[in-house]
C-alpha cells in the first residue's frame, strides 16, 4: 500500500493537511492584500486607495489620466485633520477634460503656488518656490468645508496639473 494511501486512511492526518494547505494560502493572500502597494501612490501615502481619495476629496479622472496619475493621502489618524495630493501629468486635451470634469475653472492668476514647492522632495513636484503656475480660484461646495488649491502649466509637455484638497 502507498504511503499517500495509508494517510488517506487517517482522516485526522488529512483534515490537518487540509487545514494546513488552507491557511498557508490565506495568508498568502492576506500578505499579498496588505504589502501590496499602488505604484501610482507617492511614499509617505498613508490613507486608503486612490479611489478612496478621490471619493473623500470630491474629484473625479477622465479615462485619459487613470494611468498618468500620482497621489498622496494622509490623515493626522485622529480626525482632525487629512489631505490628498493629486498630480496629472497628460497631454493639453486631458488636462483640460480633468479641470473641466471637476468644476475646477474659475478665474486665474498666474503665480507661485506656494502648495506645490511644499511637498516632499521624492514626489518629484516643482521645488522652486518662484515658479510660475496658472493657479485657479475654486469655489468648491460639498458636505464637508474642504479647502481646495489646484495649479496648472498647461504649456508643459506633458501638462502638469496639481491639486491639494484639504479640511484643515
Known sequence: MSSLAKLV??????????????????????GVKLFSRDERAYPGSDRG???????????ALPACAEHAVRYAAHSDGVGFSSSFYLR?????????DFLALNRFTGSATVKPAR???????EWGWPRN????????DVDYATTTPL?????????AEPADVFVR???A
Do not use: M, Y
Not at 129 to 136: M, T
Not at 147 to 155: C, E, H, Y
Open 129 to 136: 518656490a518662484a515658479k510660475q503656475f496658472s493657479v485657479i
Open 88 to 96: 496629472l501629468s497628460v497631454p493639453r486635451p486631458c488636462a483640460e
Open 165 to 167: 484638497v484639504g479640511n
Open 49 to 59: 486607495t486612490l479611489e478612496e481619495g478621490l471619493r473623500w476629496a470630491h474629484v
Open 115 to 121: 502648495f506645490v514647492s511644499t511637498v516632499p522632495a
Open 9 to 30: 486512511r487517517r482522516p485526522a492526518v488529512v483534515i490537518i493537511a487540509v487545514g494546513v494547505v488552507t491557511l498557508v494560502a490565506g495568508l498568502a493572500i492576506v
Open 147 to 155: 479647502d481646495v488649491d489646484v495649479a496648472t502649466d498647461l504649456d
